[in-house]
């Protein structure tokens, strides 16, 4: 991900998420070089990630792929893209957090090999207050 693909990057957000990020937290992560890629089909961007790597852990800040994209496997992939980033700067697990009421992913995440070990109570936006986080993990085991 690039200062020049913000505005693709947004605008798949803002089809994505009720709540989306800002063009600005976008900016500040790419400013802190934290890890951030994009997934282009036919030259358009239709799914990004950006992660925190620091001892020994990743934390997934932001994955996403566009709403008409879902579905076809593209969200897998740049799972896995991220985990393989995240193994070669060094990541032991990777942890994230997800809606309750995001099903598609938590199923993708399972299938993947994330577990939930715990809940961040009230940390999203909602339409009527508040919805708790799922913090799920993986431990990135050494390649045998």
Known sequence: MREEDLDA???VEIRAY???WTVGIFRDCLRADYPAWVMQLGG?????F???VAAGEAHVL????DPAHQGQGHGRQLLRALTHIARGRGAERIFLEVRPSNAGAIALYHSEGFN????RPRYYPARDGR???LVMAIELLPPE
């Open 50 to 52: 950006l992660m925190s």
């Open 62 to 65: 932001n994955i996403c792929i």
């Open 9 to 11: 990057v947004h605008a």
């Open 116 to 119: 939930e070990i715990g809940r």
């Open 18 to 20: 009720e709540f989306p």
């Open 131 to 133: 919805e708790d986080a």
């Open 44 to 48: 358009r961007i239709v799914g990004y």
